[in-house]
């Protein structure tokens, strides 16, 4: 049996997809499970059981569901017997490559978080709490932020919900997306379509455009 968590972007989830089939031909069994989320998939819609497209309601309904947040600390005596894996895959042999990057322990900094709403807004203070990664990848627990930022700052509970908001929106447009994404390649790379009376023209000047809100962001 192979167990996993759950990811939501489209290419991840190609990526399991095609791990799940390959288990399958050798008769493995694959458990997937929610972890960076507090809410997946039809937890939340809407009464008519549709998916949001528009965030505020969204938001709402999500604080609505938010009953009770608990967290779950690792019990190591779970591990008591566990002996490690036999052999371990090198770097090299998955496609990376070590580098000196040094990665910081993730923390909820109090001083940041509490004047969230206040900073975020200016790119050249450095008021953010850098937790993206750590969220994206499980080295925080989400349970942990949310029920933090419940007690300290509604804002950051804001952008936390807007975070799981983008997930549940890329696994019910993810076709959609795959679709954006190609054709917003095209326009950077400047190609033009059948469509333009003036080749080069319209395209290159999205393209622009486009380059430049990316640059912002």
């Not at 627990?141 to 929106?169: D, G, M, P």
Request: charged share 30%; glycine share 4%.
């Amino acid at each position: 049996m192979f167990f996993c968590n759950r990811d939501y972007e489209p290419q991840a989830i190609q990526r399991d997809r095609q791990v799940a089939d390959l288990l399958l031909k050798h008769d493995i069994q694959l458990k997937d499970y929610k972890d960076q989320v507090i809410f997946e998939k039809n937890d939340i819609l809407k009464n008519d059981l549709s998916p949001y497209t528009v965030f505020t309601p969204y938001s709402k309904k999500w604080k609505e569901n938010l009953k009770h947040i608990e967290t779950f600390p690792t019990n190591w005596d779970h591990f008591e017997h566990y002996k490690g894996a036999s052999e371990i895959i090198s770097l090299k042999e998955i496609g990376f490559e070590k580098t000196d990057l040094e990665y910081a322990e993730p923390e909820l900094n109090k001083k940041i978080i509490d004047s969230y709403g206040s900073y975020r807004d200016f790119p050249s203070m450095d008021r953010t709490t850098h937790l993206g990664i750590a969220l994206r990848f499980g080295t925080i627990s989400i349970r942990k932020c949310v029920q933090y930022a419940v007690k300290h700052n509604e804002t950051w509970l804001n952008e936390l919900i807007w975070r799981e908001f983008l997930c549940r929106f890329s696994i019910t447009f993810q076709m959609l997306f795959i679709i954006a994404l190609k054709r917003n390649m095209r326009i950077l790379h400047g190609e033009t379509t059948k469509r333009n009376s003036r080749p080069g023209v319209k395209e290159n000047r999205i393209s622009h455009c486009r380059c430049r809100n990316e640059a912002t962001e």
